[in-house]
């Protein structure tokens, strides 16, 4: 399968067949790695227009998954390997609920409209399958005041202070 690198850690899948293996998974492994953010991934839809976004994406342990929503759509994940925490937020910011994923165990989350959530990393690699409708805007995302930035220095506290949530409740 051919890639087209897309920006530091974004690929597209080019022509009409995509096939999405080990080695495709370990070539995204070895570039999350290298990312200062811990991600990457191989998008399977044609563009950012397309209606249906489809993406195999990797995410290290410190990778921090700002708290967001999506008014219009819902996304929907299957991980193929790792483990994380989903968690659910209401709009102050206050857990809701967490729920374990993983590829052994509960493998699919579908997230519906307006809802915050975030994850959290628990395993050295996430790898998991993710779908949702397009075309894809920035604004179409809404971040939370409560959530801090990745490039704000309180990122990594916050992080930790999930984490030490999510700890506490396995």
Same mark, same amino acid.
């Given at each position: 399968m051919q890639l087209r690198a897309d920006g530091p850690d974004v690929w597209y899948a080019e022509g009409? @067949?995509?096939?999405? =293996? $080990?080695d495709e998974i370990a070539f995204l492994k070895e570039h999350a790695a290298a990312s200062a /953010?811990? /991600?990457?991934r191989?998008?399977?839809? @044609?563009?950012v227009e397309s209606v249906v976004h489809e993406?195999? &994406?990797? %995410? =290290? /342990?410190s990778c921090y998954v700002r708290p967001a929503r999506h008014p219009h759509k819902r996304e929907t994940m299957t991980v193929l390997e790792g483990t994380a925490t989903a968690v659910f937020f209401d709009d102050s910011g206050a &857990?809701? !609920?967490? %729920?374990?994923?993983s590829a052994n165990g509960a493998k699919m989350w579908r997230v519906p409209p307006n809802t915050w959530h975030g994850l959290v990393i628990?395993?050295?690699w996430l790898v998991f399958y993710e779908v949702s409708k397009g075309p894809w805007q920035p604004a179409a995302s809404e971040y939370p005041g409560w959530? $801090?930035?990745? %490039? @704000? $220095? !309180?990122? =990594? $506290?916050?992080?930790? !202070?999930l984490r030490s949530h999510v700890d506490a409740h396995v």
């Amino acid at each position: 399968m051919q890639l087209r690198a897309d920006g530091p850690d974004v690929w597209y899948a080019e022509g009409i @067949e995509a096939f999405v =293996g $080990p080695d495709e998974i370990a070539f995204l492994k070895e570039h999350a790695a290298a990312s200062a /953010r811990q /991600r990457a991934r191989i998008c399977l839809h @044609e563009n950012v227009e397309s209606v249906v976004h489809e993406m195999v &994406i990797v %995410h =290290g /342990r410190s990778c921090y998954v700002r708290p967001a929503r999506h008014p219009h759509k819902r996304e929907t994940m299957t991980v193929l390997e790792g483990t994380a925490t989903a968690v659910f937020f209401d709009d102050s910011g206050a &857990i809701t !609920s967490t %729920h374990q994923l993983s590829a052994n165990g509960a493998k699919m989350w579908r997230v519906p409209p307006n809802t915050w959530h975030g994850l959290v990393i628990t395993s050295d690699w996430l790898v998991f399958y993710e779908v949702s409708k397009g075309p894809w805007q920035p604004a179409a995302s809404e971040y939370p005041g409560w959530a $801090p930035d990745q %490039h @704000e $220095p !309180s990122a =990594g $506290p916050f992080l930790d !202070s999930l984490r030490s949530h999510v700890d506490a409740h396995v």
